[in-house]
């Protein structure tokens, strides 16, 4: 799905040099080059220099219409993914302190990732990540930020659907108020996953705008188009799910301490499988992760659309296809990946690092013009530490997986 015909406000000449005046900067689409109308690009140019007399970029690839408040929950809510649950489990594995340590390192990092971001979108006036790897490396750097994307947001659905496939059969066995599980097949989380991505997730994916929930483009930082506003969106909100989280581990450590178990509910469910406040908050988890999928599904199609179907205009027979073929598959991986877990890991060690460290980084070097910023400043010497970080824990984490894979072969092995 591509966007209509749109003409980007920059302060940049085609050599990556700064301008004295604002050009504009027409895109092609369908393959046809276009050529903008010399008076519309005069009147839009007017326009702009008389609501930002200040010369900053002006973002035209979104166009957001939310207030700050409601920008900082959407961003909050982005963030928080289904890892919350298993935070209790990995702070009775690190202890208080190093779980302390290891999140505020993770909230730092990721609040000088998105400045990177802003600081690389605003010296192009976009905002769209495939988009900052095209401007930094053509073709190969939209593809390579488009297939992370796609890689983590697929992790992210199939962990979602993991999660409805484990809790909603308890949720009806504690509504119908039965000691043990049946063998109905209401009670088998491989089709009640098939029948909750059919009847509620697949609807909502087909729409072809997300203002059902209140998104804006999919990008909830998009409804400020000035950056420092944006940055102040992104710290508080990280900042607010920075205590959401510790305060999450804490709570579900200090009632269970080492008898936590990697899924908090189901810890909290052998204390009294009936409890009333267990099952709201069961309710209240699988709506939310039910409601989530077809979010992070968007900008997953957006991105195949991008690696696949760049100027292609709208059309709703794909939109529709690149849905349903990414909900069958995702079903598949649930129910029949042997190791749902293991895929997760390997999702997670690879994409995660390139989307927070490596891409920001190098995006910001390559696009930061040599003018305002040499290669030997400061700022890209950080931003390229920041990228060898963001590859050696990438470096790290399949190494763990790969150690772990070979224990758990060999102790199989040994078994037989």
């Known amino acids: 799905m591509e966007a209509p015909l749109q003409t980007e406000m920059v302060e940049l000449v085609p050599n990556g040099k700064h301008s004295e005046g604002l050009l504009p900067v027409i895109t092609p689409m369908a393959g046809n080059q276009r050529v903008e109308d010399p008076t519309r690009s005069c009147i839009e140019a007017k ?36 890892g919350i649950l298993g935070l209790a489990y990995a702070m009775a594995n690190t202890g208080i302190i190093l779980f302390l340590f290891l999140l505020t390192a ?50 992210a659905m199939s962990s979602y659907l993991y999660i409805i496939k484990s809790e909603l059969p308890l949720v009806i066995q504690t509504f119908l108020n039965l000691e043990e599980k049946t063998s ?10 098939i029948l ?39 710290n508080l909100s990280i900042a607010v799910m920075y205590i959401m989280y510790f305060l999450a581990a804490l709570f579900g450590y200090l009632t269970f301490y080492n008898g936590v178990e990697s899924e908090l509910l189901h810890t909290y469910s052998k204390v009294d499988p009936f409890d009333v ?31 696949l179907f760049p100027n292609q205009e709208f059309s709703w027979l794909r939109h529709v296809l690149i849905a349903v ?46 003018e305002k910023e040499p290669a030997r400043s400061t700022p890209k010497i950080l931003a390229l530490c920041f990228a060898v970080l963001g590859f050696l ?19 199989h092995g040994g078994n037989h």
């Open 196 to 234: 909750v991505s059919v009847t509620v997730i697949l609807p909502l994916a087909l729409m072809r705008q997300l203002g059902y929930l209140g998104y804006s483009s999919g990008f909830s930082l998009s409804c400020m188009p000035s950056k420092k506003k944006m940055q102040h969106i992104s």
């Open 393 to 411: 824990l990438m470096t790290m984490s399949l190494s763990f997986i790969i150690i772990d894979w070979a224990s758990g072969t060999s102790r």
């Open 325 to 370: 073929g990414l909900l069958t598959c995702i079903n598949l991986l649930v129910i029949f990946a042997p190791n749902i877990l293991g895929i997760f890991g390997v999702i997670g060690a690879t994409s995660a690092p390139c989307l927070i460290f490596i891409f920001p980084a190098i995006f910001y070097f390559r696009i930061m013009p040599t």
């Open 184 to 193: 109905d097949w209401y009670m088998n989380g491989n089709y009640l996953v």
């Open 277 to 307: 406040l267990i099952l709201c908050v069961r309710v209240a988890v699988l709506t939310a992760v039910t409601l989530t999928v077809p979010i992070v599904l968007f900008p997953v199609r957006r991105a195949i659309q991008q690696m």
């Open 106 to 155: 993770v909230a730092l990092l990721s609040s000088y990732s998105i400045h990177l971001l802003l600081k690389s979108s605003g010296v192009v006036g976009i905002r769209a990540y495939e988009q900052l790897g095209y401007r930094a490396f053509g073709t190969p750097g939209k593809l390579a930020a488009a297939l992370a994307i796609t890689l983590q947001n697929i992790g």
């Open 47 to 82: 326009s702009f220099l008389q609501k930002s007399p200040s010369k900053e970029p002006h973002f035209t690839d979104f166009e957001g219409k939310t207030s700050f408040g409601m920008s900082v929950f959407n961003l909050s809510n982005a963030i928080m993914g289904s």
